[in-house]
């Protein structure tokens, strides 16, 4: 037994508030002017529990059916997707839902128990979970960058950003090759820097695991991750994997594995289709990842499988620095030091065809000295362990003096590594110890 009333272009003035305490009074959506008013006295309640029209909720059974139930008016947990369907089932349903973005999100889901005390986001890791990107903190100094080399890796990553603008066909990967130690990483790594760019790095150690399919699918979710970057963050990114041809490269008899088979396919995948990437979870239409360029370093890439480093994929960029970059480099390197430039000329000159990172390692051998001088002042090899490991918080290390640095001694230095490297060349004692084993 219920009262429904309705007004239409009714004062309601006299409606005072004795009454709104005896009636439950809801505005139609679909009527502004019209209300209906439903009386809740004991009696009425009895009545409708016990009536033959009822279903036992509170209402007729052709409202129960015209009306589906929710859990709560306030809830969200009715959510659809942008498809329409259930947005928790759709989560459900994937294999594996990576979108960890959602939780007790404000504007997402449940805004009811999403509260200020913690802040709007509730998943208190997600910001850690998001430090996949390299920041380089650690490059602090002046540097120089090779402007051939920061060229290309400027048009490479600005093209793949504007591709949906170009009417050509751009290659989304760029492979870095040449000499060892010839700067190809530590000369990306400074321009990522120079152009405010958050990397996703990979190494070639990644491109292998014992369980098939997991290095495509990291590369996958890497892949994603940067795009995510540039969604949420509103920075630009890439995917960057260093040494490719370490973890893909055919040498002799090296055995393929499936992985690598699956590395080299996601790779071309990538590449063929950079905005439909696929994780595991189902295919959605809505489902479209920003284009993100993909860097690759390496030595030697004809040992890659081919198909892959074809023109329309991959943008192959020889990297061999000149004499002048050379001496560039490594004049700010020594810069600290107090060498000038003639001194840096004259190490360039005395030890020629060398990478670069061999004039890094005269300054690095110069230390050696010093190191054990150290050593030595605070109790000897034996007392080295408690000293660095084994000592109070707030106790500080003994001063240690870094040696001065001269040309003499780093035309010693030199030398020193020249012999280095000419004893592990001729030496060759495996051809010694296993005198059976074929060249």
Not at 1 to 13: G, K, P, Q, V
Not at 98 to 115: P, S
Not at 394 to 399: A, D, M, Q, R, S
Request: glycine share 8%.
């Amino acid at each position: 037994m219920a009262f429904h009333c309705n007004f239409n272009n009714t004062d309601l003035s006299s409606f005072t508030l004795s009454k709104c305490l005896k009636f439950n009074c809801r505005t139609s959506s679909l009527f502004p002017r019209t209300l209906s008013i439903q009386r809740v006295s004991p009696f009425v309640v009895r009545s409708i529990a016990t009536s033959s029209d009822s279903n036992g909720d509170g209402g007729t059974s052709a409202e129960s059916e015209g009306k589906k139930k929710k859990l709560s008016e306030q809830s969200s947990w009715e959510a659809k997707d942008s498809e329409g369907n259930d947005y928790l089932y759709r989560l459900g349903k994937e294999s594996e839902n990576m979108n960890i973005a959602v939780g007790a999100r404000a504007g997402v889901i449940d805004d009811l128990f999403t509260g200020d005390f913690l802040g709007k986001d509730s998943d208190i890791v997600f910001d850690y979970r998001q430090k996949v990107t390299r920041s380089f903190e650690y490059l602090q100094g002046d540097y120089y960058i090779a402007p051939l080399f920061m060229d290309k890796i400027a048009v490479h990553i600005v093209k793949n950003y504007i591709a949906h603008l170009l009417d050509i066909k751009v290659p989304l990967i760029l492979g870095i090759w040449g000499g060892k130690g010839q700067g190809k990483t530590f000369q990306t790594e400074l321009i990522f820097q120079a152009m405010g760019i958050l990397p996703v790095i990979m190494s070639a150690g990644e491109l292998e695991s014992e369980r098939a399919g997991e290095p495509g699918r990291l590369i996958r979710d890497r892949y994603r991750t940067a795009s995510q970057v540039v969604q949420n963050q509103g920075k630009m990114s890439c995917l960057m994997v260093n040494d490719i041809d370490a973890g893909l490269g055919r040498f002799g008899n090296t055995q393929m594995t499936v992985n690598n088979q699956i590395v080299v396919g996601t790779l071309m995948n990538l590449s063929d289709n950079p905005t439909r990437v696929s994780i595991g979870q189902d295919w959605r239409e809505s489902d479209i990842t920003n284009r993100i360029p993909i860097i690759v370093t390496g030595n030697d890439f004809s040992t890659l499988y081919a198909p892959l480093v074809r023109d329309g994929r991959m943008d192959k960029f020889y990297w061999q620095p000149n004499i002048d970059d050379i001496i560039n480099i490594v004049n700010r390197m020594y810069e600290k030091d107090g060498l000038s430039k003639n001194d840096v000329i004259s190490i360039v000159k005395t030890f020629p065809n060398q990478a670069l990172d061999f004039y890094g390692a005269l300054r690095s051998r110069t230390y050696d000295n010093s190191i054990l001088k150290w050593v030595n002042e605070i109790g000897g090899p034996e007392s080295v362990g408690s000293i660095l490991l084994k000592r109070k918080k707030k106790e500080n290390l003994p001063v240690f003096v870094p040696p001065k640095q001269t040309v003499e001694g780093l035309l010693e230095s030199g030398y020193s590594l020249i012999k280095e490297q000419q004893l592990i060349m001729e030496s060759k004692l495996s051809k010694e110890y296993m005198k059976n084993m074929e060249d």
